[in-house]
């Protein structure tokens, strides 16, 4: 079993920044890859950026150059920071660890960007 939980998101201004941190706990030797993801009202859930185990990042169109994602060593710690924010940003992001038997996730956080 993995615990997730997310932390950081908020209220900004377009142009601004955020950090959201995820902290993993329980069994995470078994982690592999991990990602931020959200979900805008009406929308689906969609990938925001993802980490492999080796530290391969991949990332949205909508966020490259904007965005940047890293892990710690241990990977207990996944973080996404959030540059110049736009008003499209405006979600629930929310972390995922992969291991092998199942996906885990948090119980995401609300960022919200103001025009």
């Known amino acids: 079993q993995v615990q997730l939980v997310e932390s950081g998101g908020g209220l900004v201004q377009a142009g601004g920044s955020l950090r959201l941190s995820c902290a993993a706990s329980g069994s995470i030797f078994s982690i592999n890859g991990m990602g931020w993801y959200r979900q805008a009202p009406g929308k689906q859930r969609e990938l925001v950026a993802h980490?492999?185990?080796?530290?391969?990042?991949n990332y949205a169109d909508s966020v490259k150059g904007r965005f940047t994602i890293s892990r710690s060593i241990g990977k207990n710690t996944l973080v996404l920071q959030m540059n110049t924010l736009k008003p499209e940003d405006t979600a629930v992001y929310y972390c995922?660890?992969?291991?092998?038997?199942?996906?885990?996730w948090g119980q995401g956080t609300q960022v919200t960007v103001s025009s």
């Open positions: 995922n660890a992969e291991t092998t038997m199942h996906d885990y």
């Open positions: 980490i492999t185990s080796g530290g391969r990042t």
